[in-house]
């Protein structure tokens, strides 16, 4: 159980276009789900919190009008990168919380956006 | 705010040879501790976990971790590594209560040979 899926596994897309990543809760209601960046050799970095029906928190440096989450059911949540330009490439993962299960977060196989 | 800190960046070991990866969070409270494995091309997975108890946990593949309270220290261990612990392993910490994410080391990369 606890199994998260992403949706793409990999995109390319142009410069200035707007590319959206699902996350699913396959098997679970996920009450907070996590989206990570992780940089090439480097740790995965915290982009944002969203906890279902509410707005996503997101984290200092991360900017809200360019990485729009939408959290709207207990099992889907959407990463939305507005006006993509290459520097947005990088490797974007997210993560559930069980309401039931502790503090435990499952990870999802992550979406490699490559921008044109 | 929590910080995790790793100390290897990339460990190259023989097959057999025992391991054992640094990790140092900072926080003022109680925490709880996770390590995950990345293995190439392959999500995230959870190897470990400490929420009370016990400060040896034992996890999966024959890993195992200790948690030093007065160390802040969570080092991951493995008495004898094969070629297929060939990885990426992160520690993560997050606060024992209240729906707070968690935070990354910037990882180990783990390379065995034969």
């Known amino acids: 159980g606890a199994v998260v899926s992403q949706h793409p596994s990999r995109v390319i897309c142009k410069s200035g276009t707007s590319v959206k990543i699902e996350c699913r809760s396959l098997d679970f209601q996920a009450t907070t789900m996590f989206w990570y960046r992780q940089f090439p050799k480097k740790s995965l970095m915290l982009m944002a919190t969203?906890?279902?029906?509410?707005?996503?928190?997101?984290e200092q440096g991360v900017e809200k009008d360019k990485f729009l989450i939408n959290h709207a059911s207990l099992t889907l949540s959407t990463l939305t990168v507005t006006s993509a330009h290459p520097e947005d490439s990088s490797f974007y993962i997210c993560s559930a919380r069980v309401a039931n299960r502790g503090n435990e977060q499952f990870f999802g196989p992550g979406t490699r956006l490559t921008v044109l | 705010a929590q910080s995790v800190s790793q100390h290897n960046h990339h460990v190259i070991l023989s097959e057999a040879a025992s391991l054992e990866l640094g990790c140092n969070y900072s926080y003022g409270g109680t925490v709880n501790l996770f390590w995950y494995v990345q293995y190439p091309g392959q999500h995230l997975q959870l190897l470990l976990k400490y929420f009370s108890g016990d400060p040896l946990v034992k996890g999966i593949k024959g890993f195992e971790a200790e948690f030093i309270k007065s160390k802040f220290s969570f080092n991951l261990r493995k008495p004898s590594v094969q070629w297929s612990d060939t990885a990426e392993y992160f520690c993560?910490?997050?606060?024992?209560?209240?729906?707070?994410?968690?935070?990354f080391g910037k990882g180990t990369r783990l390379s065995v040979i034969a």
């Open positions: 969203s906890n279902e029906g509410s707005k996503a928190t997101y």
């Open positions: 993560a910490v997050n606060e024992h209560s209240g729906n707070t994410p968690l935070v």
